[in-house]
């Protein structure tokens, strides 16, 4: 078994000014996902959920515990090695598609590997490449406005495999979207799961997730209480 995501005792608590001890959001996470699985990860506002996902990607530092991802301690990584590591081997997409409004889809996929620092011509066809994945070639030189709800997510997901994401990690990615564009996102989500052999973890309260995933995960009080 090939693991992608292992964290052990994974804690996470915030200080308070009430509560000397602080306020743990995350309380010994125990979490094992495997290469090539598209995983649910669900629960009550507050659960843990976000913080998780946050602390994998590497945007927030555990308190104390293991978290290897991808092979990387993320706990033994200094802020710039997790900025670079992010930046190269992972994918994220959230809730509000996080576009840039005056880019063209193609521009806003192409930027993030111009941040990286890629030349043009491999940037150039990769961005491409991307479009062609998720099914909105034609659209390369469409703004966000100019696009459904759908298509937009469309367009994050294709920004989220430019760097050769073999994780993505997902908030709530279905959430501003209709019932029949989810189930839609969904299905192309588990088809890029298993035709671009990838790893896909995403944070939902949707239902009609559980339909799709491999496994749903749920957390409660910070604690991940059952797999199915």
């Known amino acids: 078994m090939s693991l992608v995501i292992e964290t052990k005792d994974l804690w996470r608590v915030y200080s308070s000014r009430t509560n000397t001890n602080g306020i743990p959001a995350l309380r010994g996470v125990d979490l094992n996902v495997e290469a090539g699985s598209f995983v649910a990860l669900k629960g009550r506002s507050g659960s ?25 301690d993320l706990m033994q990584m200094s802020d710039d090695e997790l900025t670079r590591w992010r930046r190269e081997q992972i994918g994220l997409v959230f809730q509000s598609f996080g576009l840039l409004p005056t880019l063209s ?14 030349e043009y011509e491999p940037r150039h066809q990769r961005a491409l490449e991307c479009l062609e994945i998720v099914g909105l ?21 294709a920004r989220a495999l430019a760097n050769h994401a073999q994780l993505i990690l997902a908030d709530e990615p279905t959430g501003e979207l209709d019932s029949k564009t989810t189930r839609e996102l969904l299905t192309f989500f588990r088809e890029l799961v298993e035709s671009q ?32």
């Open 137 to 157: 070639s034609r659209w390369r030189d469409h703004r966000p406005y100019e696009m459904s709800g759908g298509q937009q997510q469309r367009v994050a997901i």
């Open 48 to 72: 843990g959920k976000t913080t998780l996902l946050n602390c994998l990607a590497g945007l927030d530092k555990p308190t104390s515990g293991e978290a290897i991802v991808l092979g990387h």
């Open 105 to 118: 889809a193609y521009e806003n996929i192409e930027l993030l590997l111009r941040i990286k620092g890629d």
């Open 197 to 228: 052999h990838i790893t896909m973890l995403m944070v939902s309260h949707d239902p009609l997730v559980d339909q799709y995933v491999h496994q749903v995960l749920t957390l409660k009080d910070g604690v991940i209480e059952n797999h199915n």
